[in-house]
């Protein structure tokens, strides 16, 4: 079992920035795909972002792209996302997952799920 907590939501204005982390206890990450999804009210969960095991291929939403950045520290067992320019469509409860599979974007591929950061952008 892979047990995950994020850390780093809040309030921010329009243009902002935010750092989200998510630490995982239980066994170790490094072999996991992890991303980042997102759910705002009355909408589904979405796609943020991912990273594969090494680091060396990470996935982005179009939304994010350019503003958005993944990244993960095998070592330390977290991940963290690093969230720029933020708009007020951002505003979401985040989640930080970890599949083992190959597919990255759809929430119903992945094993492990936090519970979830807020983050709200203000306009």
């Known amino acids: 079992q892979v047990q995950l907590v994020e850390s780093g939501g809040g309030l921010v204005q329009t243009g902002g920035s935010l750092r989200l982390s998510c630490a995982a206890s239980?066994?170790?990450?490094?072999?996991?795909?992890m991303g980042w999804f997102r759910q705002a009210p009355g909408k589904n969960r979405e796609f943020v972002a991912a990273?594969?095991?090494?680091?060396?291929?990470?996935y982005y939403a179009d939304s994010v792209k350019g503003r958005f950045t993944i990244s993960r520290d095998n070592a330390k067992n977290t991940v963290h996302l690093q969230m720029n320019s933020l708009k007020p469509e951002d505003t979401a409860v985040y989640y930080c997952?970890?599949?083992?599979?190959?597919?990255?974007?759809?929430?119903?591929?992945?094993?492990?799920w936090g519970q979830g950061t807020q983050v709200t952008v203000s306009s």
């Open positions: 997952a970890a599949t083992n599979g190959l597919v990255y974007s759809l929430h119903t591929a992945y094993n492990y």
């Open positions: 239980g066994r170790t990450i490094s072999s996991y795909t």
């Open positions: 990273i594969r095991w090494s680091g060396a291929n990470t």
